[in-house]
């Protein structure tokens, strides 16, 4: 499996999500290696950096002193039992969150050639105007908007909820 950076953050914090619920485990205990099958050190972040050959120094998660094995990274205070795995969670989601602002992806706008895209990071919904750059300041009530379910934060949309007039959305959401 090819990864993303983005795919490689997601299912590394669903790994240390687990581990963290499950503090007599190891990441080779994993039941999702089926889904995804087995990576590099058993860490999708090492795996992606294999695939785009990367070294350690440059992986995609910032470690405090450059690499997961110093003394103060979060993977080894996890190793020495010190922490539940919830440092390496802080860490991926925080490595995604510096990502959504890279991407524009952060709660705000996000603008391209072919549309304007708003996502709401605390509902989970993706806000699309089509077809038009930039997003108006007047008149907007007369444009076609989209609202999609936010897709597995691996970017792109999700399952379309609503596709009309800003009007029509807003009395929707009134009953």
Request: charge should be negative; include cysteine.
């Amino acid at each position: 499996m090819t990864l993303t950076k983005r795919e490689a953050l997601v299912i590394c914090r669903e790994l240390w999500e687990w581990l963290r619920d499950h503090p007599r485990r190891r990441k080779d205990d994993w039941p999702e290696w089926g889904k995804y099958g087995r990576m590099n050190s058993n860490c999708p972040a090492c795996e992606y950096c294999e695939q785009q050959d990367l070294h350690c120094w440059e992986c995609i998660l910032p470690w405090p002193d450059g690499n997961c094995c110093a003394p103060a990274s979060p993977f080894t205070a996890w190793g020495d039992g010190k922490d539940s795995g919830q440092g390496m969670v802080d860490l991926c989601n925080q490595t995604l969150r510096k990502l959504d602002r890279e991407e524009g992806m952060e709660r705000g706008t996000h603008h391209t050639q072919s549309e304007t895209t708003l996502y709401v990071a605390d509902v989970g919904v993706v806000i699309v105007k089509q077809n038009f750059y930039p997003l108006p300041t007047r008149n907007i009530s007369t444009h076609e908007i989209k609202v999609c379910k936010h897709r597995d934060d691996m970017g792109g949309y999700g399952e379309e909820l609503f596709r009309g007039t800003l009007p029509e959305l807003l009395d929707r959401l009134g009953n």
